[in-house]
């Protein structure tokens, strides 16, 4: 295939396409067959690597004008044939000459010289590297006599950079003068263009002539073959570059390779291999067990043919277009490359390198047996989950599940890879319920197989299987009956994932009031905590009175199982009740002491408290860092809690970022079908989307979701504004729609409700919707007694709508220069907390009521941008550079110039301003 598709390229005067940039070697041989006919013969020695047409000068000469005035003799050197004596020499007997052993072993001088002086002699001897030793012989004696007679000699010879021959190099024993020799090296860029615009019939694109360029290094034979399977194969010259020519192609690159011998045919398949592969800074001698220097030689020639490129770092050098690479791996089969990331794998191993470089090529092979793998990858993957880079946590913990294991560690495994997959969203969720059941079936011990069945039923729950997952606890809960602790611990588990649904979630409360009737001492913390919580979403509580419950549970000591339960539950009803530092330390302390899986009801639990203290005290930025949405909107999904997504879509709402906020919240709906109607997360989910649809000028669609979460509210029997205060956010709605009454209503209904619980967040948030609904001079006086109660309890989020609200009873009652003033402080508190929505209402407002338009500043706090402003809290709230970066997922460079320019723009010098800088705006 290879010789037709080169003699494709041949003219009709057989010196075509193949011969190009090789016409001083023609001349120069027709020189000296002239030079011969008179008597002075001579011997043209032509040498080069493979695959630069050697063999097509030898029949080009054969062909040529000169040879028509002499006598051609040709011999094909075979390695096949180096044991026969003279098969060489044999080759080149004509008429009238016979070539065998005289006494001392060479040819018959006298009858060669005798024909010579009837008829010259061109002698045509092609890869002379691999004739006969007696051959070889023989011709280096003709070398030396050659001058006195009417012969030509033109001898081949490959030398190849990286193969090693059997014999010295030819002619190196003859005299000086004696031979002419003549290196054959790859063709040029201009010699590739006018090969490729012969073939193409027109000018050749500048873009595949570099693509053949790199692919072949010039090289005719791999040029022709590549050209031929480009045309032939693909379909032509205007099939798209990125396809991968075949056939032909491989099959020369093939016989190239094998040219070049071992170890540098292994050590190509190695280089190719490990493209983009870090290797530790392993080289490829090493790789390819090569003491000789032979790979090293070659690697130079390929460089200094444009075949090589360099690599990134700690990586191996690689083929210049991967047209080359994928033929160099044409015919190697998957096992053999799998073998050489196990070797490699192995080598980084005992240098001791980095579980993840030495992980990294354990995925490429199937199983390799050692103890060592099985500990690299779960300390791999576990580093790659801490990270938050969840994909590479699966992909290595299923790889590790390749690896001999015993059942107790499988069981771990697949635990932790189930927990990493139902983040991850369908398909891959439904296969982690899978791994999580494997994972309860296979553990022996109590603690191992609560620790698997809560991660099970907390994916069920996750996915709308409520039921499933309580009947997954009540297995639990028929093991455990014995063991009192953990029985516990599997009822407080129960009843979080029974609050996924509402009616589940109600069955859960009754039977902890039967269980109370009977229990005179008083009920277990974590049921306790359970109906705390019940109690004070359906108005039976006070936030008083709460407190009183939480200082209950957080001084009774539970059992080792229950504690993070309680934890939890405690952490939630001191949020609720306005003691954000109490909740702050108890979030804080059970995220610490946390060792479960990151499905855990407690842990998830946690997280959602975290995050909505953070929208009470208006710290967006923080929030958006923390649930890895500052800089990808999406990225919260991949923490599977519909609650967090919910704070992510009115952070992103507050910082002025609609379309990121309505893009969130469209995703989080179709990446959740499956989730309870009478879920508490999904009620978030309708609120927050609610709000953004208020926010963005659709008051009938934001009515619709919120009156939906309230509906389904009810029928959990939450009705308190502790959680999603759905009232005041649809009375707005009313208003905007015309229908004052009944806004009114739901405002007072509101207000009710929150003087009940007794918190100014509450009572202020309500007084302010009942101001806007009232209107006239008793809605201003409401509207200030809200602004007062917020202020004086520094709830700077609830603050600014209040001053806003306001702001435009007072417009609208003709009072402009207090508006002004109520407005101006509304726009400076919603700059302080980065509230940029209510900075533009304000703003707005601030015009409608007369004041001069704010310039734009080019310093202070309003200069930053929204990733400087998001750093410089950051930065303010005492987290260090590498930290900023790792929350954000910026570089540490990129983290450090918004530093930088922060810094100017707000006239400080040290990082312990920043703070106080940003409090006052300036």
């Known amino acids: ?149 009417p012969v030509l000699a033109v001898v081949t010879e490959r030398r190849q950079p990286g193969r090693a021959g059997r014999a010295p190099r030819f002619g190196q024993d003859l005299p000086a003068g004696t031979v002419h020799p003549h290196r054959i090296g790859p063709l040029t860029r201009g010699g590739v263009a006018e090969l490729l615009s012969t073939r193409l019939g027109g000018p050749a694109p500048d873009d595949l002539v570099d693509d053949c360029l790199r692919a072949t290094g010039g090289t005719p034979l791999l040029l022709h073959a590549l050209l031929h399977a480009l045309l032939t194969e693909l379909g032509g010259p205007g099939h798209p570059l990125g396809d991968t020519p075949g056939g032909a192609f491989q099959d020369a690159v093939g016989h190239w390779l094998r040219a070049a011998g071992e170890p540098v045919t292994a050590a190509a398949r190695i280089l190719a291999q490990l ?108 580093t790659a989950q801490r990270a938050g880079r969840t994909t590479r946590a699966v992909q290595l913990f299923r790889r590790a599940l390749r690896e001999p294991l015993t059942g107790h560690r499988r069981g771990t495994v697949l635990l932790e890879l189930g927990c990493q ?206 649930l890895n949405s500052a800089e990808n909107h999406l990225g919260v999904l991949a923490l599977n809690n519909s609650h967090l997504t919910s704070q992510a879509v009115l952070a992103l709402l507050e910082t002025g970022r609609f379309a990121e906020a309505r893009q969130l919240a469209t995703a989080a709906v179709a990446e959740t079908p499956g989730v309870s109607e009478g879920s508490w997360e999904w009620n978030e989910l309708l609120y927050a989307r609610g709000l953004l649809e208020l926010a963005t000028g659709r008051p009938a669609e934001a009515l619709a979701d919120l009156q939906e979460c309230g509906r389904r509210q009810a029928e959990r029997h939450v009705v308190s504004p502790i959680v999603t205060p759905w009232r005041s956010a649809a009375a707005d709605c009313h208003l905007l729609l015309g229908q004052p009454g009944a806004a009114a209503e739901l405002a007072t209904e509101e207000l009710r409700l929150a003087r009940i619980w007794g918190t100014p967040r509450t009572v202020g948030r309500a007084l302010r919707a009942l101001g806007a609904a009232t209107g006239g001079r008793q809605g201003l006086t409401t509207a200030g007694e809200a602004v007062e109660l917020l202020r004086a309890d520094g709830l700077e989020a609830e603050l600014i709508p209040a001053l806003l609200g306001l702001g435009r009873l007072q417009l609208g009652g003709g009072r402009r220069a207090a508006a002004r003033d109520t407005l101006r402080e509304a726009v400076t508190v919603a700059e302080r907390t980065g509230a940029l929505r209510l900075v533009a209402v304000g703003t707005e407002l601030l015009l409608e009521s007369g004041a001069r338009p704010v310039k734009q500043r080019h310093t202070g706090a309003q200069a930053l941008t929204d990733s400087e402003q998001r750093v410089c809290r950051l930065a303010a709230e005492g987290n260090s550079n590498p930290e900023i970066a790792e929350l954000l997922h910026l570089a540490l460079r990129t983290v450090e110039t918004h530093l930088t320019n922060s810094f100017r723009k707000l006239g400080i010098r040290r990082r312990a301003e920043i703070a106080a800088r940003l409090a006052d705006g300036t």
């Open 421 to 626: 997959e139902v983040t991850l969203g369908p398909p891959e969720s439904v296969t982690g319920t899978r791994h999580l059941a494997q994972a309860v079936r296979l553990h022996q011990s109590d603690e191992a197989v609560f620790e698997a069945a809560n991660a099970l039923g907390s994916a069920l729950a996750g996915r709308g299987e409520t039921a499933a997952a309580l009947e997954v606890m009540e297995d639990l809960a028929e093991r455990f009956a014995d063991h009192p602790e953990l029985a516990r611990a599997v009822h407080a588990a129960a009843a979080l994932i029974a609050s996924h649904d509402g009616a589940s979630w109600l069955q859960v409360v009754e039977g902890l009031r039967r269980i109370e009737a009977r229990t005179p001492d008083g009920l277990a913390p974590g049921a306790l905590g359970m109906l705390t919580e019940y109690d004070a979403t359906s108005g039976a509580l006070s936030a008083a009175e709460t407190a009183d419950r939480i200082e209950q549970l957080t001084t009774r000591t539970p059992d080792t199982f229950s504690r993070s339960y309680v934890n939890a539950t405690a952490a939630t009803l001191a949020q609720w009740a306005d003691l954000l530092p109490l909740a702050d330390g108890l979030v804080a302390d059970g995220l610490a002491a946390h060792r479960g899986t990151p499905l855990h009801p407690a842990y998830q639990c946690l997280l959602s408290v975290r995050a909505e203290s953070r929208m009470m005290r208006g710290q967006y930025a923080l929030l958006l860092a923390e």
């Open 1 to 149: 295939m290879i010789s037709s598709a080169a003699g494709a390229c041949a003219g009709p005067d057989g010196f075509g396409p193949e011969l190009l940039e090789r016409r001083s070697v023609l001349d120069e041989a027709a020189r000296l067959a002239d030079h011969a006919r008179h008597g002075r013969g001579s011997l043209l020695l032509l040498t080069g690597p493979t695959g630069v047409g050697r063999s097509a000068l030898l029949d080009a000469l054969a062909r040529s004008e000169a040879a028509q005035l002499m006598t051609v003799l040709r011999a094909n050197c075979a390695a096949d044939e180096a044991g026969h004596p003279y098969a060489a020499a044999r080759q080149l007997a004509g008429p009238g000459i016979e070539f065998g052993p005289g006494p001392d072993g060479a040819a018959p001088w006298e009858v060669l010289r005798e024909h010579a002086i009837r008829r010259p002699l061109l002698l045509l001897v092609d890869d002379v590297q691999d004739a006969d030793t007696p051959s070889r012989c023989w011709l280096s004696q003709l070398g030396r006599r050659l001058e006195r007679l």
């Open 275 to 382: 493209s983009g592969h870090p290797t530790g800074g392993a080289d490829l001698p090493t790789l390819a067990a090569d003491g000789t220097g032979r790979v090293t030689e070659w690697l130079h020639g390929l460089r200094a043919h444009g075949m090589l490129q360099d690599g990134s770092a700690g990586r191996l050098d690689e083929f210049a277009h991967p047209w080359l690479r994928t033929a160099v791996l044409a015919d190697w089969s998957q096992q053999r490359r799998a073998d050489v990331h196990h070797r490699l794998a192995t080598l980084l191993y005992d240098r001791g390198e980095s579980e993840d470089l030495i992980a990294d090529h354990l995925l490429h092979t199937e199983v390799c047996g050692a103890e060592w793998a099985a500990d690299v990858l779960i300390g791999a993957a576990r």
